[in-house]
């Protein structure tokens, strides 16, 4: 399929599938004419790359992720190394929630009662 049909089936805009593409999530063939195209399994593989993000991960993790992903949900082969990612992943976001609390406490140090 042609990125114009990927982009319709999957609500990802055309630049957005050529970012996907740059950073080695997703794979295109180049046609005769010179046009991408892409084969039936980009579309889960979008929609995996779209749960992934919204869960938090870069498009750097998710590429080390997405070979143990299935379906469009997606579910995860849990394997060791997957585990530790996820892991640090985690400690990584808990860290900046702490961080944004303790700045968000100090300005509210700046703001009246009440007010």
Do not use: F, K, W
């Amino acid at each position: 399929m042609l990125i114009g049909e990927l982009a319709r089936r999957t609500g990802v805009s055309p630049r957005l599938l050529r970012y996907y593409e740059d950073q080695g999530l997703i794979g295109a063939r180049r046609g005769a004419n010179g046009y991408r195209t892409y084969d039936e399994g980009a579309v889960t593989t979008v929609r995996q790359i779209r749960a992934l993000l919204a869960a938090g991960l870069s498009t750097e993790v998710i590429r080390t992720v997405l070979p143990c992903a299935e379906g469009e949900e997606p579910q995860l082969e849990l394997c060791p190394e997957l585990v530790a990612t996820l892991h640090r992943e985690l400690a990584a976001m808990d860290e900046a929630i702490a961080s944004m609390r303790r700045t968000r406490a100090a300005l509210a140090g700046y703001v009246p009662p009440g007010g």
